[in-house]
């Protein structure tokens, strides 16, 4: 079983609308979590990164929240463009080495 | 913008033949990770290095593929023999410990 789980596999949504990703998790003990944007024939990009300590963190219109207690994650677009379309993928690490767990990604398309 | 660099970008290749990738990681960065990427597997790790040496090679199919770090300006990935399964997107990462990765664009593999 994958150790971090990804919901919704993918959405469409209209330009302008806001959407939530999740990301639920049981990598331990925990370290910390990303949140990656992928374009299309692009590397994933870092879009937040949280520790342990950490509830929530923005990087413009994106929000991501972590629950370490219930090992839940989510990521708030906020009125979303077309540019927003792409994979996002959360990555959680454990504490002690460098194995990185990966989702298998939110694919987002955003539509005029 | 620091960047970590990937060569070549696509590869098309018969099966048999022998494929060589090749990673320039940011300059000072430390660690350095091989990752594979699939529709049906999304990201696996492959193998990562930190200060050239290898720390965890085990995602890596060990009779055909080798990993190296030559120096600290480049690392290699190579198959021989290359198979279609091997048909995915290969991306090299670095960070500066456990703390913030960067991706290269990748080198998109094609086995025939």
């Known amino acids: 079983k994958n150790q971090v789980e990804q919901s919704p596999q993918s959405l469409i949504i209209l330009e302008g609308k806001n959407c939530t990703l999740q990301c639920n998790y049981t990598v331990s003990p925990f370290s910390n979590l990303r949140w990656y944007k992928q374009d299309t024939g692009r590397g994933p990009v870092s879009l937040t990164i949280?520790?342990?300590?950490?509830n929530t963190k923005s990087n413009g219109r994106y929000t991501a929240t972590l629950d370490a207690d219930t090992k839940q994650s989510s990521l708030h677009i906020t009125a979303s463009q077309l540019s927003d379309s792409a994979s996002y993928i959360c990555?959680?690490?454990?504490?002690?080495?460098?194995?990185?767990?990966f989702g298998k990604g939110n694919q987002v398309v955003v539509i005029p | 913008d620091a960047r970590v660099t990937q060569t070549p970008r696509h590869k098309v290749t018969e099966m048999g033949q022998e494929v060589t990738m090749r990673c320039q990681p940011i300059l000072g960065h430390n660690t350095v990770f091989w990752y594979r990427q699939t529709m049906m597997q999304g990201l696996e790790l492959l193998a990562y290095?930190?200060?050239?040496?290898?720390?965890?090679d085990s995602g890596m199919p060990k009779d055909r593929f080798s990993a190296e770090m030559p120096d600290a300006t480049l690392a290699t990935l190579k198959i021989q023999p290359s198979e279609p399964r091997d048909s995915a997107v290969y991306f090299c990462?670095?960070?500066?410990?456990?703390?913030?990765?960067?991706f290269g664009s990748g080198t998109r593999l094609t086995v025939v």
């Open positions: 949280m520790t342990f300590s950490e």
């Open positions: 290095f930190r200060n050239r040496a290898p720390l965890d």
């Open positions: 990555v959680v690490s454990a504490r002690g080495n460098n194995r990185l767990a």
């Open positions: 990462a670095s960070g500066p410990g456990n703390y913030g990765y960067t």
